[in-house]
């Protein structure tokens, strides 16, 4: 039977291999999963793999955290010892993580086939180092799943067969909709005393937002002066927590009275936060594309977006970082919400099916 390795190692990689690795159930091959432990913390990993139901990894390599090049090179020196002794038919990447270079690099140095899902996207922002770990690992891909039409578009544009690329949809929408049904049993809005469609959702953890003091300082402003009006809820990424304490904000933040700071969300209860929100800001890419699909209003605090789609047809809007854009976006928003006017092509929870079919049918046969 031929086998195939998946890879995942952050946050949001979990729910992208999830739908495949259940789709692969009855397939005709053999599925394994390997965590890398880039991510590690409980709510970061493990409750993801609760909520998701997934099973234990076949293999952890318990990296953890470190700066980008301690993190590549430790992932690449554990995951070669699993090819070694697994020696798979294909390898699965997700997204645009350190995870997802690294085993990638390790895969087709090792002459074994790689597929990148969640290919093609980019921001066109070099300093954001998703688009280089985008850029690198497309470069060296052997198949191409997209979610979107402009990564049809970027990777013609670099090169890329067409017959090596498959529009099959985005499997964290696959995600999404299994979840959703749990979701509404989820004690989330009890638990925060929060009402439905009366709050805001921010999350906060790209390094341009969060590792310099002004940027949180204005945060703080954009806080304090929109909790005024309603409250906004904010799952802190640790990322977040640390620089907030290292810059001695942390205290600052957690006295204004409608800010609801809470841990990093678990998936189910993160969905629900989601659905129920007034509306999103957020610095995520995959908030971005969960908004869209729910058809809940997104702010989103960058400059460039990789995911175009939830631009043109979606609820997305991009606002540069500074705090009076932010305000002033923020109560056009709550005054006019923007609604999505159509769903993304094959958004439709089905794309890890179609994925299991071409890796089934054209890939191993
Ligand atoms: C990573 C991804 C980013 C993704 C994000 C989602 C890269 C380059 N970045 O960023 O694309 O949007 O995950 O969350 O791969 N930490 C913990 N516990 C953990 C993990 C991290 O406390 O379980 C803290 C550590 O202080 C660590 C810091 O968060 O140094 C950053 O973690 P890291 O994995 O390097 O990057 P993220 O910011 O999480």
Redesign the pocket.
């Known amino acids: 039977m031929k086998k195939v390795i998946s890879v995942v190692g952050?946050?949001?990689n979990f729910m992208k291999v999830a739908p495949i690795y259940h789709s692969s159930n009855d397939a005709k091959f053999e599925h394994k999963i390997v965590h890398t432990g880039?991510?590690?913390?409980y709510n970061?990993?493990d409750s993801f793999f609760v909520d998701l139901e997934l099973p234990k990894p076949d293999f952890f390599l318990g990296v953890g955290?470190g700066s980008?090049s301690v993190?590549t090179a430790k992932i690449m020196m554990e995951f070669e010892k699993v090819l070694e002794i697994e020696k798979p038919d294909l390898v699965i990447v997700v997204g645009?993580?350190?995870?997802t270079i690294a085993c990638g690099l390790v895969t087709v140095k090792m002459g074994i086939k790689l597929a990148h899902i969640e290919a093609g996207l980019r921001s066109g922002d070099r300093s954001m180092?998703?688009e280089i770990?985008r850029i690198a690992t497309d470069s060296i891909s052997d198949y191409y799943f997209i979610t979107e039409q402009s990564a049809l578009d970027n990777l013609i544009f670099s090169g890329i067969s067409e017959e090596k690329i498959f529009f099959v949809g985005n499997t964290m929408i696959d995600s999404l909709v299994k979840g959703l049904p749990k979701a509404e049993l989820s004690s989330v809005l009890e638990d925060y005393q929060l009402t439905r469609g009366e709050f805001i959702l921010a999350t906060l953890?790209r390094p341009s937002n969060v590792d310099n003091k002004q940027s949180l300082e204005d945060f703080y402003e954009v806080f304090k002066s929109v909790s005024k009006n309603i409250k906004i809820v904010f799952p802190i990424?640790?990322?977040t927590t640390?620089k907030l304490t290292e810059f001695g904000l942390l205290e600052k933040f957690k006295s204004l009275e409608n800010l609801v700071m809470i841990p990093p969300a678990p998936y189910i209860d993160f969905l629900k936060l989601m659905k129920y929100s007034k509306l999103v800001m957020t610095d995520?890419?995959g908030i971005q594309e969960e908004t869209t699909y729910l058809d809940v209003p997104c702010l989103t605090l960058r400059t460039t977006t990789e995911r175009p789609i939830t631009i043109e047809i979606g609820s997305n809007l991009l606002i540069n970082p500074n705090k009076d854009n932010i305000i002033d976006a923020l109560d056009n928003s709550l005054k006019n919400p923007k609604k999505r006017i159509q769903m993304p092509l094959l958004w439709d929870g089905q794309a890890a099916k179609r994925i299991v079919k071409i890796i089934e049918n054209k890939i191993l046969s």
Do not use: F, I, K, M
């Not at 880039?38 to 913390?41: E, K, S």
């Not at 645009?96 to 995870?99: I, W």
């Open positions: 952050a946050r949001p880039q991510h590690y913390d970061l990993s955290s980008h993190q645009d993580v350190n995870s180092p998703e770990n953890h990424h640790p990322r640390n995520s890419g």
